[in-house]
């Protein structure tokens, strides 16, 4: 069973940088795709990007491209968010996700690990 933690969520203002880390445990992630959620208050768990078990392939929502970047390290069983020009639209907390069905190029609907969160916060 893979566990995952996030990382470097904190309190930014509109237009600066964040880079978020998750790092997983357990078992390796190598073979897995991997991503990112967020749920703002009084909204559902919105998708925001996910990188394929490949890494070379990579899906963003339209809100965010240009100013999220998605990475991932195998040696270091971590997936990341860097996140710039920073709005206060961004504010969530942010949640990392793996699948638990390999070699697939997206995470799937329903079948992903998924870890606590990290709470960003963007003041405008």
């Known amino acids: 069973q893979v566990q995952l933690v996030e990382s470097g969520g904190g309190l930014v203002q509109a237009g600066d940088s964040l880079k978020l880390s998750c790092a997983a445990s357990?078992?390796?992630?190598?073979?897995?795709?991997m991503g990112w959620f967020r749920q703002a208050p009084g909204k559902e768990r919105e998708f925001v990007v996910d990188i394929g078990w490949r890494g070379g392939s990579t899906y963003y929502i339209d809100s965010v491209k240009g100013r999220f970047t998605i990475s991932r390290d195998n040696a270091k069983n971590a997936v990341f968010l860097q996140m710039s020009s920073l709005k206060p639209e961004d504010t969530a907390v942010y949640y990392c996700?793996?699948?638990?069905?390999?070699?697939?190029?997206?995470?799937?609907?329903?079948?992903?690990?998924w870890g606590q969160g990290t709470q960003v916060t963007v003041s405008s």
């Open positions: 357990g078992r390796t992630v190598r073979n897995y795709a």
């Open positions: 996700a793996v699948s638990r069905i390999p070699y697939t190029r997206r995470l799937l609907d329903d079948d992903n690990t």
